[in-house]
């Protein structure tokens, strides 16, 4: 599955807020979002515009195996 490309760190935790994700706390340039569970969950997210595909592909990953759900639909959410 190709990633699109440009997406912004805001787009990401929009995405995620809809999946249940709330803002914890945010530290410089790193937001942390938590979803109570079950499981619980928490990733961190760098403000940054555009994320890079690593870091975005890492992020969407995690989530994915987190929530059961595929990458597929997490793109879709962008």
Request: hydrophobic share 40%; glycine share 8%.
């Amino acid at each position: 599955m190709k990633l699109p490309r440009g997406i912004s760190a805001d787009r990401v935790i929009q995405a995620l807020k809809r999946l249940g994700y709330e803002v914890i706390r945010q530290k410089g340039s790193h937001v942390r979002l938590r979803h109570v569970g079950p499981p619980a969950h928490s990733i961190t997210v760098p403000l940054h515009d555009p994320l890079n595909t690593g870091t975005l592909h890492g992020i969407l990953s995690e989530v994915a195996r987190t929530r059961s759900i595929t990458m597929e639909s997490l793109a879709e959410l962008l």
